[in-house]
């Protein structure tokens, strides 16, 4: 009875002893006061700031934690026992102003997350985005930037996140356009536009497996299982075969559809602001025209060309106008997709010129029209063409034998 009396004392004083050793919350806040808990901007678990995320970065964060409960702070560029310093490592992993073990613990969460896809690729940090985004904030508002940080660096990451991007990914803003990492590497025109033997088709093969691997990546960061990736890059490639390509929105609904927060993984890329055009004077209304008769398709080929180019010069066209619509129409014409007359009338009419307005060209700049010796077969065949332009069957018939 006595030993058990003498057992039942001792654990008691254990378990007092215990509970003395979990109130300790204090001493972290303690070591917040003294400004060098910082955060990494670009990579939070990366405590040490390597450029990635390793078991030694949970060990930085330790160390620091048990500097902090012992009431020892570190010296100033004294290495731990990590080798690091502690007071120039970035131990508020999570962004919340103070150092404790939930700091340690997302290190670990992370790399729990880089086996658990079995291999080292980059993945998207899990601290909060908002928390992030303040945390820089208040870095930039008091100047006190992290070891090796710029306040560059800190609007860079700032405008990143802001943009729904992650900078630990390589995502980063040009021009107020999020990009991802692999929007800078080679595409597929890039890699294959000094090889002539390279068909349109398998340059669009190219650019979609481009893009198919961009897209894994970005969907393995965020730990999206691999069969949904799977699933995707399937069908990505089933449907570029079938002729009716995925587009980004197409893309990003099937991935809703399939269970991933497309909102997170996949942000909307914002636009830079357009600045308002100074107000212009209102333009006299213009008096409406009548409907044009329907005609038919007349691909507008070199010899058509050289005319309607003609005409216009004739007619007094600046330069810069001529120069625009002769580009269009051989662009056309050398891609093997001509454009049609009613086409080049309508980039005309944009372009401010009144196809009906200008007057009749010098003979020589229209091809010659020789009638054919059947007279008959020509008139049938001129004759239906005239009525749907809305001329009447006996003027056309004058024409006809004025002509001939």
């Known amino acids: 009875m006595r030993s058990s009396k003498s057992n039942g004392k001792f654990g008691g004083t254990h378990r007092r002893a215990s509970n003395r050793r979990l109130i300790l919350e204090s001493l972290e806040n303690r070591t917040v006061m003294a400004g060098d808990c ?38 100033t560029g004294a290495p731990s026992q990590s080798g690091v ?17 939930l700091d340690a613990l ?55 996140l ?12 040009v021009n107020g356009i999020l990009k991802w990492k692999q929007d800078d590497n080679s595409s597929p025109e890039d890699l294959t536009q000094n090889e002539s033997n390279d068909t349109p088709e398998a340059i669009e093969l190219k650019r979609l497996e481009h893009f198919i691997d961009s897209l894994s990546k970005r969907l393995e960061a965020f730990n999206v299982s691999p069969s949904t990736i799977a699933t995707i890059s399937s069908e990505l490639l089933v449907a570029q075969q079938s002729g009716s390509p995925l587009d980004l929105m197409q893309v990003r609904d099937r991935l809703a559809q399939l269970g991933v927060d497309v909102d997170t993984i996949l942000p909307q890329a914002g636009r830079p602001e357009v600045p308002e055009c100074p107000e212009m004077p209102e333009r006299p209304e213009m008096p409406e025209r009548p409907e044009r008769p329907i005609m038919p398709t007349i691909v507008v080929t070199e010899p058509i060309a050289e005319s309607i180019l003609a005409r216009l010069k004739n007619a007094g066209v600046s330069t810069e106008i001529l120069g625009t619509i002769r580009n269009e129409i051989y662009a056309g014409i050398n891609a093997g997709l001509p454009l049609d007359l009613q086409r080049v009338r309508s980039r005309l009419e944009d372009l401010g010129i009144d196809w009906e307005r200008l007057h ?45």
């Open 360 to 404: 009749a060209p010098p003979a020589n700049t229209l091809p010659v029209v020789r009638p054919r010796p059947d007279g008959a077969a020509v008139l049938e065949q001129v004759l239906p063409l005239l009525g749907r332009l809305g001329i009447q069957r006996d003027v056309a018939l004058r024409i006809y034998m004025e002509a001939n």
């Open 85 to 101: 310093a502690t007071d120039l490592a970035m131990v508020d992993v999570d962004a919340d102003n103070s150092l404790s073990p």
């Open 106 to 160: 997302g290190v670990i969460n992370h790399l729990n997350s880089q086996n658990s896809m079995g291999n080292r690729a980059a993945r998207a940090s899990r601290v909060d985005l908002d928390r992030r985004i303040e945390r820089i904030e208040q870095a930039i508002s008091s100047n006190l930037m992290p070891p090796k940080f710029t306040i560059q660096d800190a609007h860079s990451a700032l405008d990143t």
């Open 38 to 75: 910082f955060h990494n901007f670009m990579l939070p678990e990366d405590a040490d700031a390597s450029g990635s995320v390793t078991p030694l970065d949970a060990l930085v964060v330790i160390d620091r934690i048990n500097q902090a409960f012992s009431g020892s702070p570190s010296q």
């Open 162 to 173: 802001r943009s729904g991007g992650r900078p630990e990914l390589g995502d980063h803003v």
